[in-house]
């Protein structure tokens, strides 16, 4: 480190999951790191996102499963949900999340320095009239939710205020059957909510495959949840009781409480960026494929460069500037590749090509699917979950896709995207032994089906 307490070997923008996985990385090279963070480590996922909005679909599933309790002779009845308790839970895991992250810091010796930064030279940030300079940068300063110009409050709301309720609406409106859509319309589902989802696209989770698609629509109608598809919102308004939403088609629906859910967009106004030269496109900022945006020595990582907005995608882009900062030709890791899971009941995990990228890809007559329904797998039935695991082959080539849904499916996320980043062909998982009873079996149930010898389908 430089006797200069203003100058780093490695200065980063942005304390979030991208962020503080670069800086991490960084230390144990040897370099000094400097990580600039306006909030609270840890960003949006950490106390905004990832972390709380599980807090609360564990709360959910709790409430599913003791609903369901008598089915198989529990005889267990669920009296209420105490939002303000739930809230608090969610708050006490936060919180030692945060402490954690913050002794780790301290533990590495991570300069974290707190105010607002701004990119203000190729090698300088300015932070509260303070200059810090970085032998290399590292703009990390994520993503915000999209608010469609509404006006929000506490009918119309963002997931940040809907994580803060303290109460429970008795009906709700979600604009957006995306993830973050779907995954609290399952919470409020569970929570005694009725719920209604706008969705301008012809699906929930369009980005999904078909297959998967067509079960949690399936399932989220057999709970009771509502949705309109196809047709986009025209105006939201607040009213005497709560909210109404006019569709473009003159259909109005009515709730007490508004979840804007249509996707989250790059934080980078106002940084510098654009004045120091880095390249952006629609406000996020556009590096080569190796993070590195062609201006001195700064690179761009997690939700500001266009792509899969996931905590895992930054952690691992974080990683990988600090391998290429330290000489080490780290190796690229596509989109595609990177493994998503969809926390709603049931749950979805995807990796890979979907059925119709791939035939987009290699052509139709070279694509091989197999699909194998949860109802053949015993720990499935013994949750009590529907759903399947499908697998996505180039013919006579190895699986490009691997995909799965149905309750706790999320736990087989690793196994699939070994699969795919493997390049992992039928036989060789087909000949891999999974415990029983595992739903874990159900991908080599799968991968037997591609191979041409099911066991159990």
Same mark, same amino acid.
């Given at each position: ?174 604009? #957006?059957?995306? /993830?973050? &859509?779907?995954?609290? $319309? ?5 929570? !005694? *909510?009725? +719920? ?105 990582? #997690?939700?500001? /460069?266009? &792509?899969?907005?996931? $905590? ?5 882009? !974080? *990683?990988? +500037? ?121 991908? !080599? ?13």
């Amino acid at each position: 480190m430089t006797e200069n307490a203003t100058e780093f070997d490695v200065l980063i923008l942005g304390g979030g999951s991208a962020g503080y996985g670069a800086a991490l990385r960084a230390v144990q090279h040897g370099f000094s790191v400097g990580l600039i963070e306006k909030e609270k480590l840890g960003g949006t996922c950490l106390h905004f996102g990832c972390i709380p909005t599980k807090a609360y679909l564990h709360a959910a599933e709790v409430a599913d499963e003791t609903r369901g309790g008598s089915k198989i002779g529990v005889n267990s009845n669920l009296e209420s949900i105490d939002m303000s308790k739930v809230r608090d839970y969610k708050d006490k895991i936060v919180s030692g999340k945060f402490k954690g992250l913050q002794g780790l810091m301290k533990m590495r010796k991570i300069t974290v320095i707190e105010g607002e930064g701004k990119l203000v030279s190729e090698s300088e940030i300015e932070v509260d009239g303070t200059r810090y300079r970085g032998e290399n940068i590292i703009l990390a300063s994520g993503s915000y939710s999209k608010t469609m110009g509404l006006p929000i409050g506490n009918k119309i709301m963002t997931s940040f205020e809907a994580l803060q309720l303290d109460y429970l609406p008795k009906s709700a409106i979600v604009l #957006g059957g995306g /993830v973050i &859509g779907s995954e609290f $319309a399952s919470v409020w589902n569970s929570f !005694g *909510i009725e +719920v209604t989802i706008i969705e301008g696209l012809d699906h929930l989770v369009p980005n999904e495959d078909p297959a998967i698609i067509k079960v949690l629509e399936r399932e989220f109608k057999s709970k009771g949840i509502k949705s309109n598809l196809g047709t986009f919102f025209d105006k939201v308004e607040e009213t005497d009781n709560g909210v109404k939403v006019t569709l473009v088609d003159g259909k109005e629906f009515e709730a007490e409480v508004c979840l804007v859910a249509v996707g989250r967009g790059p934080n980078t106004e106002g940084l510098g960026y654009e004045e120091v030269g880095i390249p952006m496109d629609r406000g996020f900022v556009t590096p080569n494929e190796r993070l590195h945006t062609g201006v001195g020595n700064i690179y761009a990582i #997690g939700d500001i /460069v266009p &792509g899969k907005q996931l $905590a895992h995608r930054g952690y691992q882009q !974080g *990683i990988f +500037v600090a391998e290429e900062i330290a000489g080490n030709n780290p190796m690229v890791v596509p989109d595609e590749r990177i493994p998503a899971v969809t926390f709603t009941n049931p749950e979805i995990v995807s990796v890979g090509l979907t059925q119709p990228k791939a035939e987009e890809r290699f052509g139709k007559d070279n694509v091989e699917v197999a699909e194998y329904n949860l109802a053949g797998n015993g720990k499935s039935s013994i949750l009590g979950t529907k759903g399947l695991i499908k697998l996505v082959r180039q013919k006579h080539g190895p699986i490009v896709g691997a995909f799965g849904v149905g309750a706790r499916i999320s736990e087989q996320v690793g196994e699939a995207q070994l699969i795919v980043n493997w390049e992992a062909y039928p036989e060789d998982v087909a000949s891999l032994v999974h415990a029983h009873p595992t739903q874990n079996e159900s991908l !080599g149930e799968a991968a037997m089906m591609l191979f041409g010898h099911p066991l159990h389908a």
